[in-house]
């Protein structure tokens, strides 16, 4: 049997016959022999039985917990990030099988993980290179836009097409800018420098930044929460992330609309939320809005490339928090940031 490759359970049995073994033996030689005590033979071989026989399952037991105690602390140290941690596998027996299939689970994953890992920093390194390379003919783009926006000064069809030219340039710059910085998220190139930010003054900076577009568009930009918040984060980092989501309400709003950033501090996180009156987000677009790229059949005449929401998502999750969205069309939308604060013990 199968059971008995395992010397540990082998010694057990051994043990348990060995003691009821003995029991018979002394048994029947004290019964035998015409002594006083004979009487007392049973009784007394079988406790001494029983000790041995509960000795030996106490000394199994407590090997098997030693055994599953360091097989835990070696599963905890492979999901710490240890790529070495193995399980002890080389005795024989039906649990030691099962750490031998662990371990080469282990391994497998291992595999996996370093072979996404390389095509992480393939596709980092390859986008990095490419973008890059556009950065080159993208100004020299500009600087031969500009040059016939001055041009164009005296013809309106010209001075039309110019500024369409700069639309769409700007466009592709924001695509590459946008790509490298979540291909960089992506693949862990990129180190969170937080240190305690106070909300007010960072979003003090992102109305100044707004505000000019805000007046042009004839849309309402409100920003309202206390002074004293503060958060530990990398503060271009986070402004990337809010401000990703304030031109998104931008681009989804029209003249009349409002758009409101908030921010306040509960006992378990500091919530950031950004809302507006716009058009809102269609109910079969919800489950899509992260997803790079997406671009939803409602709003094809909208500007955008598709990156704003997964980078802002990428950035908040950076952080060690969460994004949601909450939306109705015509009804506006609104996104809500939770940062948890760590509980002090």
């Given amino acids: 049997m199968k059971l008995f490759v395992d010397r ?5 049995f051994c043990r348990a016959l060995a003691g009821v073994a003995a ?17 007392m033979a049973v009784p007394l071989s079988f406790f001494g039985a029983a000790i041995l026989v509960f000795a030996s399952l106490y000394g199994y037991f407590r090997r098997q917990h030693e055994i599953m105690e360091s097989a835990c602390a070696r599963i905890r140290s492979c999901l710490s990030g240890d790529p070495d941690a193995r399980l002890d596998s080389d005795e024989e027996g039906e649990l030691y099988r099962l750490f031998h299939e662990v371990n080469s689970l282990i391994s497998i994953l291992n595999a996996h993980a370093e072979n996404e890992r390389r095509s992480r920093t393939f596709l ?18 500009n600087i031969y836009n500009g040059i016939l926006q001055g041009e164009a000064a005296d013809d309106p069809a010209l001075r039309e097409f110019t500024d369409l030219s700069e639309q ?19 693949a862990g190139a990129i180190v969170l420098d937080r240190s305690p930010q106070n909300l007010s003054e960072l979003m003090g900076w992102l109305e100044r930044r707004f505000s000019h577009r805000a007046l042009q568009e004839g849309k309402e930009l409100l920003f309202s929460g206390s002074e004293s918040v503060s958060l530990s984060c990398d503060r271009t ?9 304030i031109k998104n309400a931008f681009d989804h709003t029209k003249p009349g609309d409002s758009i409101r950033v908030c921010w306040q501090k509960s006992p378990m996180a ?3 939320r950004v ?7 269609h109910p079969e677009d919800m489950p899509h809005i992260f997803k790079r790229f997406y671009r939803s059949r409602f709003s094809k005449d909208i500007p955008g490339i598709g990156l704003g929401l997964p980078l802002a998502k990428a950035i908040v999750e950076a952080h060690g928090g969460t994004l949601e969205a909450d939306s109705a ?3 506006g939308s609104s996104f809500l940031m939770n940062f948890l604060i760590p509980t002090k013990l």
């Fill in 8 to 12: 540990n359970v082998k010694g057990l």
């Fill in 23 to 39: 029991f018979g033996l002394i048994c029947s030689a004290w019964t035998g022999l015409d002594l006083p005590l004979a009487k």
């Fill in 124 to 141: 980092k390194d390859a986008i990095s290179d490419i973008s890059h390379q556009l950065k080159t003919p993208l100004a020299a783009l």
């Fill in 168 to 186: 769409e340039l700007d466009r592709i710059e924001t695509l590459v800018q946008n790509l490298l910085k979540i291909t960089k998220l992506d």
């Fill in 237 to 245: 980092w986070l402004t990337e992330a809010v401000g990703n989501l």
């Fill in 270 to 272: 500091v919530q950031i």
């Fill in 275 to 281: 809302s507006d009156t716009g058009s809102g987000i």
């Fill in 329 to 331: 069309p015509g009804q």
